[in-house]
């Protein structure tokens, strides 16, 4: 009974916190008005600076980049040489310090969250498939994607030749 006791008190102590994290509201906010149509997928960085805690030290300091929509970049460095704090910026998982990020030739800061997100894909250096077939991974990103749509997508990756050779394909 003491054993349970101590489990009961340990698991309302780790609900609450819990209930915290669920609770916190995000910095990242919508403008008023936003835009819901990514125009292109061209990207810019401008005089981008951008550091994890406010006056902390600057991960991102003075970044100017452009990328053509369409354009195939890699991103290479060592660990901790803020590649990922980089690709994060795109789809506003964080805000700039100062400078600005533009998907489409707009600001990230001008979009929807959510049409921005949806738009925006990054494949990291460690890729993790979930358990299942290739078309259930697929399906993660639209459960509602039809076959054209995940036919283009394998396209897309240059995927689409190695999995027309699968026995199964992407079963």
């Known amino acids: 009974i003491s054993m349970i006791f101590v489990m009961v008190i340990m698991s309302k ?4 916190r819990i209930v915290e994290v669920i609770n916190e509201k995000s910095d990242l906010n919508n403008k ?9 997928g061209s990207i810019a960085f401008e005089n ?7 006056d902390g030290e600057k991960v991102l300091s003075n970044i100017n980049l452009n990328i053509e929509s369409g354009q195939t970049i890699g991103v290479i460095g060592g660990t901790g040489s803020a590649k990922s704090s980089l690709v994060q ?4 998982l964080y805000d700039t310090e100062s400078g600005q990020v533009k998907v ?15 738009e ?6 460690k890729n993790t498939l979930f358990s299942g077939t ?7 990103g639209n459960e509602n994607a039809t076959q054209e749509q995940i036919d283009a997508a394998c396209r897309a990756a240059c995927a689409d ?4 050779r699968l026995p199964d394909g992407l079963d």
């Open 89 to 92: 910026l795109i789809p506003r």
């Open 48 to 54: 981008v600076n951008f550091s994890y805690k406010k």
């Open 32 to 40: 008023e008005n936003p835009v819901y149509e990514v125009k292109d």
């Open 161 to 164: 030749e190695f999995l027309g």
């Open 134 to 140: 290739i078309r259930e991974n697929l399906l993660w």
């Open 120 to 125: 925006v894909a990054m494949v990291l250096q």
């Open 104 to 118: 489409g030739g707009l600001n990230v800061k001008e979009y929807d969250i959510e049409t921005l997100r949806n």
């Open 13 to 16: 102590a780790s609900a609450e």
